[in-house]
């Protein structure tokens, strides 16, 4: 997100309707919003253009100073941090509810802060309505009543904003100028969300396996919340960073679980969020527990980001910890009769002499052979919490960004099918020979290649595995799953006799 937008903030307690907000005004759906309290938890970063001026959104979690829990003291450490950077704060209150001791407490906080704040009286639904903000009149700053969930006296709280960001601003027929469309528009054009140096990367795996350690580790700043309890992220986090020169969208998803699960309707929101993440993304990160292996919900993971046509890396997290858990094992072992049985007399176990390289050997050999169809996605063992091996990411990164989006020439593909390959190799015994006669890249991100056949049915999967695992070896494909679609070439009919 640019640094010269002025940020606007919208803090609050918690179920007041500050996502709701936050999605009115981004013209967006990217919080989630539920009846549960305490959903969001991350600063989610938005645009929002009012009358040609631009302004940056953040929505921050439900705020709670006297909880002495890890996860309300993370929401409001995090909340601190979108506090200092704002230009101005928008403090959300219930109108059904009343002024409360938490509200009254909210706004001395914002005080001491020294940065100019409002307050929008939410879920004001009528004009009889407005009646209940007047109560809040007594902390002593600008009161605007708003309905977030349908727009209701959103424009006066904007045109606010842009008087206090722009000097230059005048709301002369402002008030009587109401828009025919939502009070705001979709912040970015599809061209500004997708840009083509953008690198947008998801980092995706199963609940507490390290995903927001990692993104804080990529980002170099506690971006993202980080606690022991599983499920802790809800809503999709987005960070820009630039290193040597390269953009790069990291989007930190939730933890995705199986359907039977979830129980809250916010979990099962947030796994249709993780899931949206992902499908929007150019290169997945999937995080797998160093400590627990692969288990079936990383494989059903994993699953997911090879049928969304996604590059994948596979990154075994925590894997400082995995090494010290082996050689204890390895340790408990010699201490066996069996393992005694294994050394020469008198010889001592000693275990500086475990070997890390040959578990590392071992450990990817399991993924291969539990992750099949993950054959292409390069793997590199790290650790998120210390730092251990990070840096292999980012080059890892490019190399399956650049794959992606790799397109090979026609004549290149036909000549290595003619030169290359033996078509005979992959034919299944007793079927019909296989005849290519041309090959073309259709597009790329995936790479998709069409190529014509003399087959009427499609080609068995063992053959599209051999042309696949040939191509791979010819042009770097790496990280990134690589697509055919079959035509059949139709034979040129002779003209009947007496025809030119």
């Known amino acids: 997100m640019p640094d010269l937008l002025p940020s606007l903030v919208i803090v609050g307690r918690p179920n007041v309707g500050k996502s709701t907000l936050f999605n009115r005004l981004t013209g967006t759906r990217r919080s989630i919003v539920t009846n549960e309290p305490g959903i969001t ?59 409360t001791p938490l509200d009254e407490e909210l706004a001395r906080l914002l005080r001491t802060t020294g940065k100019p704040f409002v307050i929008a009286v939410n879920k004001v639904d009528a004009m009889s309505q407005e009646v209940n903000a007047s109560v809040f009149h ?23 904003a ?32 997708k840009q083509p ?43 820009e960073i630039t290193r040597n020169g390269q953009m790069y969208r ?23 969020m993780a899931r949206r993440g992902l499908e929007r993304c150019d290169v997945a990160l999937l995080i797998v527990d160093g400590e627990q292996g692969v ?28 090494v010290i858990a082996a050689r204890e094992a390895a340790s408990r072992d010699a201490a066996t009769a069996k393992g005694k049985a294994k050394r020469a007399p008198g010889e001592r176990h000693k275990p500086e002499n475990f070997d890390a390289g040959r578990l590392m050997f071992d450990y990817e050999k399991m993924i291969r052979a539990k992750l099949k169809f993950l054959s292409y996605a390069p793997i590199v063992f790290l650790s998120a919490k210390t730092g251990e091996r990070a840096e292999k ?3 890892l990164i490019n190399q399956c960004w650049e794959a992606r989006r790799r397109h090979i020439s026609t004549p290149a593909l036909n000549n290595w099918l003619k030169q290359d390959v033996d078509l005979q190799r992959g034919t299944t015994p007793k079927a019909r020979p296989v005849r290519i006669y041309y090959i073309t890249q259709a597009k790329t991100a995936p790479p998709t290649f069409l190529i014509f056949t003399n087959q009427k049915t499609p080609l068995h999967f063992s053959y599209e595995r051999f042309l696949e695992n040939q191509l791979r070896a010819k042009f770097d494909f790496t990280g990134t799953p690589v697509r055919f679609v079959q035509r059949l070439r139709k034979r040129d009919r002779k003209p009947p006799s007496g025809e030119e």
């Open 162 to 193: 842009l008087a206090k960001f722009f000097p230059d601003f005048s709301r002369v027929g402002a008030q009587h100028a109401a828009p025919q469309t939502p009070p705001v528009g979709p912040a970015d054009s599809i061209a500004e969300e």
């Open 295 to 322: 288990t079936q919900g990383d494989a059903q993971i994993a699953s997911y980001a090879e049928e969304s046509g996604r590059s994948v890396v596979i990154v075994i997290n925590k894997w400082d910890l995995a």
């Open 41 to 99: 938890r991350d600063r989610i970063y938005g645009k929002a253009e009012w009358r040609g001026r631009a302004l940056e959104i953040v929505d921050t979690g439900g705020i709670v100073p006297d909880d002495k829990a890890l996860i309300p003291q993370e929401i409001l450490r995090q909340a601190h941090v979108a506090i200092k950077k704002a230009a101005m704060i928008v403090l959300v209150v219930d109108s059904q509810a009343g002024l």
């Open 138 to 160: 007594r902390i002593g700053v600008p009161i605007f009543p708003i309905a977030a969930e349908h727009g209701t006296g959103v424009d006066d709280l904007l045109d606010h």
């Open 197 to 239: 140096d953008i690198i947008e990367v998801a980092i995706i795996g199963r609940p507490n396996v390290g995903k927001s350690t990692m993104l804080n580790r990529m980002v170099g700043e506690e971006r993202s919340i980080v606690s022991p309890i599983p499920g802790t992220t809800m809503d999709n986090v987005d960070t």
């Open 393 to 395: 990411l980012f080059p």
């Open 250 to 272: 990291f989007v930190d998803t939730a933890g995705i679980r199986r359907k039977g699960k979830t129980t809250l309707v916010a979990e099962k929101l947030s796994v249709v």
